[in-house]
Protein backbone atom coordinates (compact mmCIF):
# COMPACT_ATOMS: atom_id res chain seq x y z
CA UNK A 1 0.00 0.00 0.00
CA UNK A 2 1.24 3.01 -0.58
CA UNK A 3 1.89 6.10 1.44
CA UNK A 4 -1.46 7.83 -0.24
CA UNK A 5 -3.56 4.89 0.28
CA UNK A 6 -1.98 4.83 4.06
CA UNK A 7 -3.18 8.55 4.60
CA UNK A 8 -7.06 7.76 3.22
CA UNK A 9 -7.50 5.13 5.20
CA UNK A 10 -5.86 7.12 8.82
CA UNK A 11 -9.03 8.44 10.79
CA UNK A 12 -9.24 12.49 11.52
CA UNK A 13 -10.91 13.18 14.44
CA UNK A 14 -14.70 15.66 13.90
CA UNK A 15 -16.65 17.30 16.58
CA UNK A 16 -19.88 18.65 16.29
CA UNK A 17 -20.76 20.92 18.72
CA UNK A 18 -24.23 22.47 19.26
CA UNK A 19 -25.21 26.01 20.70
CA UNK A 20 -28.24 27.49 22.29
CA UNK A 21 -28.13 30.07 19.27
CA UNK A 22 -28.96 27.04 17.05
CA UNK A 23 -26.30 26.90 15.21
CA UNK A 24 -23.27 25.38 15.54
CA UNK A 25 -19.66 24.14 14.57
CA UNK A 26 -17.94 21.83 13.10
CA UNK A 27 -14.12 20.78 14.46
CA UNK A 28 -12.18 18.74 12.09
CA UNK A 29 -8.39 17.91 13.76
CA UNK A 30 -5.51 17.67 11.06
CA UNK A 31 -2.70 15.37 11.81
CA UNK A 32 1.07 16.66 11.74
CA UNK A 33 3.22 16.83 8.39
CA UNK A 34 6.91 17.41 8.30
CA UNK A 35 7.74 19.71 11.29
CA UNK A 36 3.70 21.10 11.38
CA UNK A 37 2.06 20.50 14.25
CA UNK A 38 -1.50 19.09 14.32
CA UNK A 39 -3.97 21.75 13.20
CA UNK A 40 -7.82 22.42 13.27
CA UNK A 41 -10.35 23.69 10.74
CA UNK A 42 -13.70 24.90 12.04
CA UNK A 43 -17.13 25.32 10.32
CA UNK A 44 -20.22 27.27 10.90
CA UNK A 45 -23.02 25.00 11.28
CA UNK A 46 -26.68 25.43 10.80
CA UNK A 47 -29.35 22.68 10.45
CA UNK A 48 -26.45 20.36 10.18
CA UNK A 49 -25.25 21.73 6.77
CA UNK A 50 -22.40 24.22 6.45
CA UNK A 51 -23.30 27.79 6.13
CA UNK A 52 -21.11 30.35 4.56
CA UNK A 53 -23.18 33.33 5.17
CA UNK A 54 -22.35 34.69 8.54
CA UNK A 55 -20.02 37.53 10.49
CA UNK A 56 -18.16 34.79 11.82
CA UNK A 57 -16.67 33.25 7.92
CA UNK A 58 -17.99 32.99 4.60
CA UNK A 59 -15.47 29.40 4.44
CA UNK A 60 -14.12 27.30 6.67
CA UNK A 61 -11.53 29.06 9.46
CA UNK A 62 -8.23 26.63 9.16
CA UNK A 63 -4.70 25.90 10.51
CA UNK A 64 -5.78 26.67 13.83
CA UNK A 65 -4.45 25.97 17.31
CA UNK A 66 -6.51 24.92 20.57
CA UNK A 67 -6.73 28.37 21.24
CA UNK A 68 -8.18 29.51 17.68
CA UNK A 69 -10.51 26.72 17.91
CA UNK A 70 -11.96 27.89 21.27
CA UNK A 71 -12.43 31.87 20.18
CA UNK A 72 -13.93 30.74 16.77
CA UNK A 73 -16.60 28.63 18.68
CA UNK A 74 -17.17 31.55 21.10
CA UNK A 75 -17.55 33.81 18.23
CA UNK A 76 -20.39 31.06 16.38
CA UNK A 77 -22.21 30.71 20.21
CA UNK A 78 -22.30 34.00 20.29
CA UNK A 79 -24.20 35.45 17.38
CA UNK A 80 -27.47 35.78 17.03
CA UNK A 81 -30.10 33.40 16.56
CA UNK A 82 -31.02 32.48 13.33
CA UNK A 83 -34.67 31.41 12.20
CA UNK A 84 -34.83 29.42 9.08
CA UNK A 85 -37.25 30.65 6.04
CA UNK A 86 -39.52 27.93 5.08
CA UNK A 87 -37.92 25.23 3.50
CA UNK A 88 -34.31 26.24 4.73
CA UNK A 89 -32.71 22.80 6.01
CA UNK A 90 -33.39 23.61 9.35
CA UNK A 91 -34.73 19.47 9.93
CA UNK A 92 -38.05 20.56 10.78
CA UNK A 93 -40.98 18.07 9.22
CA UNK A 94 -43.29 19.60 6.35
CA UNK A 95 -40.62 22.53 5.67
CA UNK A 96 -39.72 21.04 2.57
CA UNK A 97 -43.34 22.06 0.83
CA UNK A 98 -42.31 25.37 -0.29
Known amino acids: MSN ?28 ARGSRRSHYEVAVLFGG ?16 DAAGVKK ?11 HPWPGENDNTPGNDIY
Do not use: K
Request: glycine share 8%; net charge negative.
Open 4 to 31: AENRLVMPIPVWELAFPNGYGASVIRHP
Open 72 to 82: VCGEIRALPPR
Open 49 to 64: NIVYDTPVTNDVVGWL
